[in-house]
């Protein structure tokens, strides 16, 4: 099995920053894409961030320039470096790995259990 734990998520006044990240653990034999995914009260889950396995980014409309993300494929991670955060950032952070846990095996999306994040002064 593969586990996805999210950390860094706090409370932090507008114009501040965080640097989340997402690890995962398990029967993992490769990773390919990586994403972030956030949940406001009362909203969609929507797609914040994306990196492939050769490190192509991809982020929404809504962060670009203010959020950067980055991996670490030695350890299996992922983070989330967000800057400049605004009160509309404030959402439960998500994050999830397309994994193959065999060699030819086939690929499942993995999910973390999400960090809260809250962007107030």
């Known amino acids: 099995q593969v586990q996805l734990v999210e950390s860094g998520g706090d409370l932090v006044q507008p114009g501040g920053s965080l640097r989340l990240s997402c690890a995962a653990s398990?029967?993992?034999?490769?990773?390919?894409?990586m994403e972030w995914y956030r949940q406001a009260p009362g909203k969609q889950r929507e797609l914040v961030a994306a990196?492939?396995?050769?490190?192509?980014?991809n982020y929404a409309d809504s962060v670009k320039g203010r959020f950067t993300i980055s991996r670490d494929n030695a350890k299996n991670t992922v983070y989330l470096q967000m800057n400049s955060l605004k009160p509309d950032d404030t959402a439960v952070y998500y994050c999830?790995?397309?994994?193959?846990?065999?060699?030819?095996?086939?690929?499942?999306?993995?999910w973390g259990q999400g960090t809260q994040v809250t962007v107030s002064s």
């Open positions: 398990g029967s993992i034999f490769s990773i390919n894409a």
């Open positions: 990196i492939t396995g050769g490190g192509s980014t």
């Open positions: 999830n790995a397309d994994v193959q846990t065999r060699r030819w095996g086939p690929w499942s999306v993995y």
